[in-house]
């Protein structure tokens, strides 16, 4: 403990939250879960009821606490007297802040007490009590675990949440891995979320398509965030700060896609002495390193992960394994005292295989994604525009991006090639006034994406997994939205939204209105309901029914591929049973119009034809109980029950490949001194699945010698299928396990850790394979077998 | 070099399609399908068009020929051809070896008519089970016969085959088949086609030096694009595209526009 007085200043920071949906969380608040030191960055909210005033208080220092000086900045120096903050050391460990306010203003506090960075707004005090339990503990990290409590409280308390939910970095480690850490795999576990197998990391949502699902990285857009075919996604697990999944009444800042968005925030470091961490496992190389400047209103943070299986089979065999993938991501992010911040993230990822230098011979292939992405927010008080008063504060928020997707195939002599590029740019900006009971939020977006997709093959047996088709588009949107909270009493939350989209080339505008409510009927109970109407002018060319998706294949709308539409209504109950520990139930019903649905017979050489117009309905409930907070146990019970159908042009109805009646996810870890025990128990219905019900051998006609022949030295065997998706997988099972250690060693905090997926090895087929040359058979191409894995990760 | 670095590629397809296969469970099914096969092609080019008509019960042991079908073509001006059924074993070659069986033939020259460019087709069949199958094509069009092309050299390690042909009225695709003692290498395009000598498919060259390839270059209909254009999906098993009524299978036509005969060495 001497160490930690002698290393640094004490820093107390407030950061006092947003309103509802206003804004995203601010990144102070994140940075508080990962000092990634090893020292303690606590907190401990405590509110008067329930209203929206929200407080974080994070000591990093516990031994000079009290010396903590608050002091205000001098711009509200004419609010001061609606101001009052006290700061009491009471013991090396514990400090009280009480803050009074009695309007709404913006404030922030820090030993050197300059910055703005939030707003409170409450008539009434606001007590915040930090309490630093590196006395206890000065290694493990519970607050990792209470921020998780704390943010999941505040966002009951002072937003709607219909759909929405939200984890840590930390928290989504938490649950056993397949080889390494993955967001994306983590999300799967969530109700509402099922994956068409364990070879992608794709998902679907309330039974929507893979491709509808929004995914933003820091509030960038990302589209195809996969490597090796699925098997891993693209985010670097130290990089990861907090995942939010909203499932449905999507608020209308979000556009483009029907049925989720998840948003990836970048951690941001705390601490101001360089450190990061170090991660092996048996896929890859982590590596990342970040820290604080400009006494901690900057920060930044830059990792790397590359596989290397190839850099060890090339030592004794040179290219003898030529497939690699590699990310590489940065995150900077600079507060400035007049209520300015700036982030900027980077990030580059690859997939690379083969040799493929432009020419033709030779066979391989990469694809990867690109992301740059800047935002520039400013917090004012009392702001005024054209003399007029527009609020008691306001953040104005700026944004320009610039996305990439590339995916390069060579086979053969180009006998087969695919080349599909995404080109996206966007800049986008919102202003929210915070007045009274609204906030009111206004914004815009305006986007452009060059699509290119070439996809040629002289022969088909790569069948549906990689579409053969020629297109190029080039989309533009213009979106216009605007959204207002209103809290007309203490109990009522209310948000309504209504988003303009005018799409090009295609002409298609629409209005997509959103409205949901939250109802408390105690200070822990709460209805929610909303509805919402969506819009999706990109669309994937990757078919549902394939159990591996190696890419999202990535098209626009055009005169032939309409915009597709859905709507939804969702309800649901949620109740904090404790503190740390909530019960969350929805049911959602979701129509949609003119889904579009690749083609089956599409062909590679007539444009217009990739996509079969359908309609179809989802709808079902989700059950969530929920574990949070600082104790031995975290983890979550999560079960769905949904029920999808699709109707095709002509009338006919079927069940799509997603739809999984139920699914059932417990995910626990448990604590036990230096050990974290981790468990997750999946069961779940059988996915639809078309039956093979026989083959036949077909010939090729030979025009130089007017025979029919066989092109193989066997007869070509050909399939008959039986009824669309007539048949069902079974019910899948698995249950994965995983130990990890935390320990220190040589100055840094060494956890090594072994993860077993399907410890009970439970055949649980992906597909059926059939084969009818000699005597009929069926094979399960399988899910995950049973894989121990195994792994370190190192913070120093 | 080149060769060397596919291979290993596919070795690595090889062993990630091993991994997981390595786990799977099989069990024996027994198929049962009761289906009528047809493969009917209109070629321009020849007098004779075969027919083969089969019953499939699923089991592709179990495939065989139908004898005692009534096969006829009706032509534009709504004349009935009607097939022969002979037994033949060069008609239907499954490598290795011939396959003797039942087809059906229809001698144009028998009736004294000539197939008439963009001319719409049925086909008509009625097995001795009562059962019936229906299908028509429209003939792309075609100006006139091919002459007989003149043999060429052609070096496999050096030289392509550059292809370039005019869009043919009516035609759906277009084929490029090579065909040599070593069996059929064909691939669609839409109107031009650049082969290395050392290009190749999943499974065979189209190349062999030593022998003499036949190249032809087909203008072909809906039906018969539409059924050899894919293969079956490894994963879901969907398979060719049939426009027939009452059976498996295609009636197609087609129409050469190009032809090359080379000699590889």
């Known amino acids: 403990m001497r160490a930690f007085a002698r290393v640094a200043p004490a820093v107390a920071l407030i950061a006092l939250g947003h309103v509802a949906g206003a804004q995203r969380p601010d990144s102070s608040f994140a940075a508080l879960r990962s000092d990634g030191n090893g020292i303690p960055a606590l907190q401990t909210l405590i509110t008067d009821g329930f209203a929206e005033q929200t407080a974080a208080v994070a000591f990093t220092r516990v031994a000079t606490l009290a010396r903590l000086n608050l002091t205000l900045d001098p711009q509200l120096a004419a609010l001061s007297s609606k101001i009052s903050i006290a700061a009491r050391p009471r013991t090396a460990a514990v400090a009280l802040v009480e803050i009074a306010m009695q309007s709404h203003v913006s404030v922030r506090v820090s030993t050197r007490g300059q910055i703005v960075v939030g707003e409170a707004r409450t008539a009434s005090p606001t007590r915040a009590v930090a309490r630093d339990t590196s006395i206890s503990s000065p290694v493990a990290l519970p607050a990792m675990r209470s921020e998780a409590a704390q943010f999941e409280q505040q966002r009951f308390e002072s937003t709607e949440t219909l759909g929405a939910i939200s984890m840590t970095g930390v928290g989504l480690r938490s649950a056993p891995m397949f080889i390494e850490p993955d967001v994306l795999r983590s999300v799967q576990l969530l109700p509402g979320i099922e994956a068409r197998s364990d070879w992608s990391a794709g998902f679907n949502v309330h039974g929507g398509e893979s491709d509808q699902n929004l995914i933003l990285l820091d509030g960038y857009p990302i589209y195809s965030p996969f490597h090796l075919g699925g098997l891993f996604s693209t985010f670097i697990g130290p990089t990861v700060g907090r995942v939010e999944l909203r499932k449905g009444s999507l608020p209308v800042r979000y556009g483009g896609r029907l049925s989720s968005v998840l948003d990836v925030t970048s951690a941001e470091p705390l601490s101001d002495r360089l450190h990061g961490t170090m991660e092996v496992s048996l896929a890859s190389a982590i590596g990342s390193v970040g820290r604080t400047f400009a006494d901690g209103d900057g920060s930044w943070m830059i990792a790397g992960r590359r596989t290397y299986a190839d850099a060890v089979i090339n030592l004794y065999k040179r290219d003898a394994f030529p497939y690699h993938f590699q990310d590489v991501q940065a995150h900077l992010a600079r507060r400035f005292g007049n209520g300015t911040r700036i982030s900027v993230t980077a990030y580059d990822g690859l997939d690379a295989g083969g040799l493929v230098d432009g020419s033709q011979d030779e066979v391989g292939g990469n694809w990867g994604n690109s992301v740059v992405g800047v935002t520039v927010s400013k917090t004012a008080v009392a702001p005024q525009a054209f003399g007029r008063a527009l609020g008691d504060s306001a953040t104005f928020e700026q944004r320009l991006s610039f996305t990439r997707f590339s995916t390069r195939l060579d086979v053969f002599d180009a006998l087969a090639r695919a080349d599909n590029r995404v080109a996206d740019i966007r800049v986008g900006g919102s202003a929210s006034l915070f007045s009274g009971s609204h906030t009111r939020t206004f914004g815009y977006e305006l986007a452009q994406q060059r699509i290119s997709y070439q996809t040629m093959a002289a022969f088909s047996v790569l069948g549906g997994v990689l579409p053969l088709d020629s297109l190029r588009f080039r989309n533009g949107s213009i979106s216009l939205f605007a959204d207002d909270v209103w809290r007309p009493t203490a109990a009522l939350i209310v948000e309504g939204g209504l988003r303009l989209d005018a799409v090009t080339p295609t002409g298609w505008h629409g209005l997509s209105p959103r409205v949901s409510a939250k109802y408390f009927l105690s200070p822990r109970l709460a209805i929610t309901a909303g509805a919402g109407s969506y819009a999706q002018w990109l669309h994937s060319l990757g078919r549902e029914e394939e159990p591996v998706q190696p890419f999202t294949y990535w098209v626009g709308s055009d005169a032939n591929t309409p915009v597709s539409r859905a709507r939804d209504v969702t309800a649901g109950i949620e109740r904090w049973i404790t503190p740390t520990r909530m019960l969350h139930m929805e049911a959602f019903y979701k129509r949609y119009q003119d889904l579009l649905i690749p083609n089956t017979k599409d062909d590679q050489l007539a444009a217009g034809d990739e996509f079969l117009r359908s309609g179809g309905t989802s709808y079902g409930v989700d059950f969530l109980l929920r574990q949070l907070g600082s104790g031995p146990f975290t983890g979550w019970i999560g079960y769905s029950y949904a029920l999808n159908t699709r109707v095709t042009a002509d009338g006919a109805h079927y069940f799509p490949t997603q739809d999984r009646r139920h699914n059932l996810n417990a995910v626990g870890s448990w604590r036990a001194g230096q050990y974290t025990l981790g468990a997750r128990i999946n069961l779940a219905s059988g996915l639809p699945t078309t039956p093979v019900i026989g083959g036949f051998a077909r010939s090729r006609y030979n025009p130089a010698t007017h025979r029919w022949v066989s092109t193989t030295s066997t007869p070509t065997e050909e399939s008959i299928q039986g009824p669309l998706n007539s048949a069902r997988l079974p019910w899948y099972e698995r249950i994965d396990v995983s130990v990890n250690r935390s320990g220190r060693l040589f100055g840094a905090d060494v956890s090594p850790y072994l993860s077993v997926v399907n410890v009970l090895n439970s055949r649980n087929p992906a597909a059926y394979i059939y084969s009818f040359t000699g005597q009929p058979k069926q094979a399960s191409f399988p899910n995950l077998p049973f894989i121990p894995t195994f792994g370190v990760s190192i913070a120093y | ?265």
Do not use: M
């Open chain 2, 1 to 265: 070099l080149h060769t060397d670095i596919a291979h290993r590629w596919r070795a690595l397809l090889a062993l990630a399609a091993v991994l997981p296969v390595a786990c799977v469970d099989q069990q024996i099914i027994a198929p049962k399908v009761d289906a009528i096969f047809v493969q009917a092609v209109l070629d321009v080019s020849t007098n004779d068009q075969y027919v083969t008509v089969e019953t499939v019960d699923g089991t592709i042991k179990h495939q065989k020929a139908i004898p005692g079908a009534q096969v006829a073509v009706i032509t534009p001006d709504g004349h009935t051809l009607a097939a022969e059924e002979i037994v033949d074993s060069e008609t239907v070659v499954i490598s290795p070896a011939p396959r003797v069986t039942t087809v059906y033939r229809l001698s144009l020259a028998k009736y004294g008519v000539g197939l008439i460019a963009g001319g719409a087709y049925q086909l008509r069949i009625l097995l001795p089970d009562g059962r019936q199958v229906r299908g028509s094509t429209i003939i792309p069009r075609f100006d006139s016969a091919l002459a007989p092309p003149t043999p060429e050299p052609f070096d496999v390690s050096r030289d392509t085959l550059a292809l370039v042909w005019p869009r043919v009225t009516g035609a759906s695709g277009y084929e490029v088949t090579i065909s040599s003692q070593r069996g059929l290498f064909s691939l669609f395009a839409d109107t031009a086609v650049s082969l290395a000598g050392d290009v190749r498919n999943v499974d065979r060259r189209a190349f062999y030096a030593g022998l003499t390839h036949q190249v032809v270059v087909s203008a072909v209909d809906e039906n018969y694009y539409d059924y050899f254009r894919r293969s079956t999906d490894f994963f879901t098993g969907e398979g060719p595209i049939g426009h027939l009524d009452g059976a498996l299978g295609v009636f197609g036509s087609i129409v050469p526009i190009a032809s090359r005969t080379l000699i590889v060495h």
